[in-house]
């Protein structure tokens, strides 16, 4: 089993940056698909952005309309660390963010599932000021 942590959460601004990263331990593997959810008080949980491995191709990235332009996601295998890169962050992207890590998923849109995902990690809070 593959165990994540999620760090680099905190109280920005509207309209300022951070970068989240989940760190990999176990069972770690550069070919798993590696996704960002978010959960904000009262509300669902929220695919944000993966990461997925394709054989021919190597990484591919994905994104959540409400984050695309915005958010960048990448992996660092030497370092089995997986980060999102947040931009222009708006008082709607306050949320508890997760990071989530299951097998290569064949159809993009599986990586929209949560049940996609074998581990997840235990989150890192954003809070964006107005």
């Known amino acids: 089993q593959v165990r994540l942590v999620e760090s680099g959460g905190g109280l920005v601004p509207a309209g300022g940056s951070l970068r989240l990263s989940c760190a990999q331990s176990g069972r770690t593997s550069s070919s798993y698909a590696v996704a960002w959810f978010r959960q904000g008080d009262g509300k669902e949980r929220e695919y944000v952005a993966a990461v997925n491995w394709n054989g021919w191709t190597g990484d591919t990235t994905h994104y959540a309309n409400s984050v695309k332009g915005r958010f960048t996601i990448s992996r660092d295998n030497a370092k089995d660390t997986v980060y999102l890169e947040m931009t222009s962050l708006k008082p709607e992207d306050t949320a508890l963010y997760y990071c989530?890590?299951?097998?290569?998923?064949?159809?993009?849109?599986?990586?929209?599932?949560?049940?996609?995902?074998?581990?997840w990690g235990q989150g890192t809070q954003v809070t964006v000021s107005s």
């Open positions: 989530a890590a299951g097998p290569p998923a064949p159809q993009s849109s599986m990586l929209l599932r949560p049940n996609h995902y074998h581990s």
